[in-house]
Nanobody, 123 residues
Framework: QVQLVESGGGLVQAGGSLRLSCAAS????????MGWYRQAPGKGRELVTAITSGGSTYYADSVKGRFTISRDNAKKQVYLQMNSLKPEDTAVYYC?????????????????WGQGTQVTVSS
């Protein structure tokens, strides 16, 4: 299984920016996709964005035009640039990875999860 460590969360005012990073490690040498879920207080987990090793991306409608995902395949790292942040973006953000051996039926399927990093946007 892949181990994931997130960094870059924190407190920011509405309209501000944050950049999250996630580093993958472990015995695996093949990761087909990485992404970010989030969970706001009292709500279920939501897939925010994801990217494949080939560069295909997915964005939730709520973050299109504001968030950008990028990936360094060689370093096994994924980044989330979040601009124009809103109070409703407040959540714990989880990094995700899908190994090449995993069977995925949709963008939502990820076998590995990080511990999460808190993002708080004040109004």
């Amino acid at each position: 299984q892949v181990q994931l460590v997130e960094s870059g969360g924190g407190l920011v005012q509405a309209g501000g920016s944050l950049r999250l990073s996630c580093a993958a490690s472990g015995d695996t040498i093949c990761i087909s996709a990485m992404g970010w879920y989030r969970q706001a207080p009292g709500k279920g987990r939501e897939l925010v964005t994801a990217i494949t090793s080939g560069g295909s991306t997915y964005y939730a409608d709520s973050v299109k035009g504001r968030f950008t995902i990028s990936r360094d395949n060689a370093k096994k790292q994924v980044y989330l640039q979040m601009n124009s942040l809103k109070p409703e973006d407040t959540a714990v953000y989880y990094c995700n990875a899908r190994e090449c051996s995993e069977v995925a039926t949709s963008w939502l399927d990820f076998g590995s999860w990080g511990q999460g990093t808190q993002v708080t946007v004040s109004s």
